[in-house]
């Protein structure tokens, strides 16, 4: 697969929000490999879920090939990659972690628009407690007794189904400009439902995080509950997540968009939840129907890369993979033929050397069947 630059985009001001590593360049770090002595958990300890800690096991042990995810880290030496972080995950066990520069296993990062999965997984759980009754809801219908303008009939048929799918029709620019203005304005949702129309709700794909955040204030809606409180409750502790940072806007509603700061083992267990089907140690934490739904293409994206969208996941098809992508290459990958999750953060351009990796070395180091 040859990849191209392809957006994924952040909040406003998100250049301020890292310092650039020149200092330490693409150094490898050199003491966070997964399988060093002592470290070793051989898989034939049994199921295991990672809600203390991940596991760490060798390559081999995992039926991978350690000599492919050597060539790995040197490529990304030789390419001097502005990688922060890269977790491979194979069976649940962390067979490569590696570390670059000043950045450390508990270092928490920006996770720029890999929040937006986040969110989608929550409307996914509040969907199977009842709170929303199904994804055609008429967005409008969520906040009552609220006006907008140029309420015309084709912003009243928007459906929550059209903005888990990036196709809610609204004339939204991604990009700075657009940050801005929701920044600037008194009620989010307000400035996003008052923006015209510029498509037919579900007719087309407009890649908006500031349709994301009105997931997050329909949650509040629909359940009651910060999305935060909902989320601590509902995912985060069941996952064992802990002292997460996530942004709110100025009403004090977590950002649907952006906003989450993470470690990379942190990020990982997301992408184990949906590997598992959304059961994690013995609870389903969120639905099977919900997984399959969320990360399977209901709309191109445009371009000639072939990438799919789904319910905030990308989906990659050349690399049998779904994907949560944030600016500057934060990743959590999901293989799920080859049981394979991979992490990154990063300060890079875009996600095509990150997607490189997989398809040059990660996945040919996968040795016969999952």
């Given amino acids: 697969m040859k990849t191209k630059l392809h957006p994924h985009p952040t909040q406003f001001l998100a250049l301020l929000c890292l310092l650039v590593a020149a200092l330490s360049g693409c150094r490898h770090a050199p003491a966070k490999e997964a399988a060093t002595a002592g470290e070793t958990q051989a898989s034939t300890t049994g199921a295991y879920w990672p809600t203390e800690d991940w596991r760490t096991s060798t390559p081999e042990e995992q039926g991978m090939e350690a000599g492919k995810l050597a060539q790995m880290l040197e490529a990304i030496q030789t390419q001097k990659l502005e990688l922060h ?189 949906f590997l598992r089907n959304g059961q994690w140690d013995g609870q389903q934490i969120v639905s099977t129907q919900w997984v399959e739904n969320a990360t399977r293409s209901h709309t191109g994206t445009g371009g000639d890369l072939g990438y799919g969208y789904g319910y905030q996941w990308w989906t990659v098809p050349s690399l049998g993979a779904y994907t949560a992508l944030g600016l500057y290459g934060q990743t959590i990958m999901v293989i799920p033929e080859s049981d394979l999750i991979i992490v990154t953060t990063a300060q890079m351009e875009n996600h095509d050397k990150i997607f490189q990796l997989v398809e040059q070395y990660i996945l040919p180091a996968v040795q016969g069947s999952p």
């Avoid at 949702?189 to 349709?211: E, I, K, W």
């Fill in 85 to 273: 972080s890269l977790l491979v995950i194979r069976h649940g066990y962390l067979v490569s972690e590696t570390y670059f520069g000043s950045y450390q296993q508990d270092t928490r990062h920006d996770q720029y628009s890999c929040t937006k999965s986040f969110v989608s997984t929550l409307i996914g759980i509040a969907l199977d407690k009842g709170y929303i009754d199904n994804t055609n809801h008429r967005v409008v219908d969520f906040f009552p007794g609220q006006t907008f303008t140029s309420l015309d009939e084709q912003k009243q048929a928007m459906t929550l189904e059209d903005v888990l799918t990036m196709r809610t029709g609204l004339d939204w620019d991604e990009g700075d400009t657009a940050y801005h203005e929701l920044y600037i304005s008194r009620d989010w949702v307000q400035h996003m439902l008052d923006m015209p129309m510029a498509a037919p709700p579900g007719s087309q794909f407009n890649y908006c995080s500031g349709c994301s955040h009105l997931l997050s204030a329909i949650l509040q809606q629909s359940t009651g509950m910060n999305p935060r409180d909902f989320a601590e409750k509902n995912l985060f502790e069941p996952l064992g997540l802990s002292d997460i940072i996530w942004e709110p806007n100025p009403a004090g509603i977590p950002i649907g968009g952006w906003g989450l700061r993470l470690t990379p083992r942190e990020m990982a267990k997301l992408g184990y939840l």
